[in-house]
């Protein structure tokens, strides 16, 4: 069984550009969730997708975006970045409604 | 309103020894699940233990405990016989229905430092 995995690692990118950052599901799992987590806090729920859609958003303004394809996998995209957009951001897996979502390593990203 | 709280940024505990991670929960939402994570510095999360509002007994997982208690809205996670390794960021979290989705709200977390 394969977990939850993120790609890219780190990332450095300068005000303003764009940014896409990949998570591959765990196997026979719907469900991709992605959260924001600023350093000291806990992570923050960006949005959901299941079965290719977003079905669930937090507060993030439009600029951050998603994707998720047919086997599942899914992106996150985050446009105009800002110096604030520096976090570790994490995908996680599941079945719908399942107790437990699964989680990924993570991107660390930070904005220059 | 901050509707998971942890209240102990940082706590110390010599090996082999319990310790006690607090958690305190909102929720109007009669049904609801409550989770304990493990974040290690390499940042992944790590799950931990489940509480669902009905279960009956306080969930357990090898040296995980949950002390649950639910008119207090209490939810403290319980790590026995602590081990070296056991040193990482703790978050409580609450699963919450929104829209079609079901996210986690997370706490701010608590450090565990787990001395020899």
């Known amino acids: 069984e394969t977990g939850v995995t993120q790609s890219p690692t780190h990332l450095i990118k300068t005000r303003g550009q764009q940014v896409t950052l990949r998570c591959s599901s765990q196997?026979?799992?719907?469900?991709v969730s992605w959260y924001q987590q600023a350093l000291g806090q806990g992570p923050q729920f960006i949005f959901q997708y299941y079965r290719e859609e977003e079905n669930g958003r937090g507060n993030f303004p439009p600029r951050f975006s998603g994707l998720q394809f047919p086997n599942y996998s899914s992106e996150l995209n985050v446009n105009a970045l800002e110096l604030d957009d520096s976090a570790l951001y994490l995908c996680?897996?599941?079945?719908?409604?399942?107790?437990?979502?699964?989680f990924g390593p993570g991107t660390r990203l930070t904005v220059l | 309103a901050q509707k998971i709280t942890q209240t102990q940024p940082g706590m110390f505990v010599q090996e082999k020894e319990a310790v006690t991670l607090d958690c305190t929960y909102d929720?109007?939402?009669?049904?609801?699940?409550l989770f304990w994570y493990k974040q290690p510095s390499s940042g992944e999360m790590i799950f931990l233990i489940y509480q669902g509002s009905y279960d009956q007994q306080n969930a357990t997982e090898g040296r995980y405990s949950l002390n649950f208690q639910k008119a207090r809205k209490s939810a403290n996670l319980v790590i026995s016989a602590s081990q070296l390794g056991d040193s990482a960021m703790y978050f409580c979290a609450m699963r919450e229905a929104q829209g079609g989705s079901e996210k986690l709200v997370f706490g701010k977390g608590t450090k565990l430092t787990v001395n020899p």
């Open positions: 196997s026979g799992h719907n469900t």
């Open positions: 996680a897996s599941s079945l719908m409604r399942d107790n437990e979502q699964f």
């Open positions: 929720t109007s939402d009669p049904s609801y699940g």
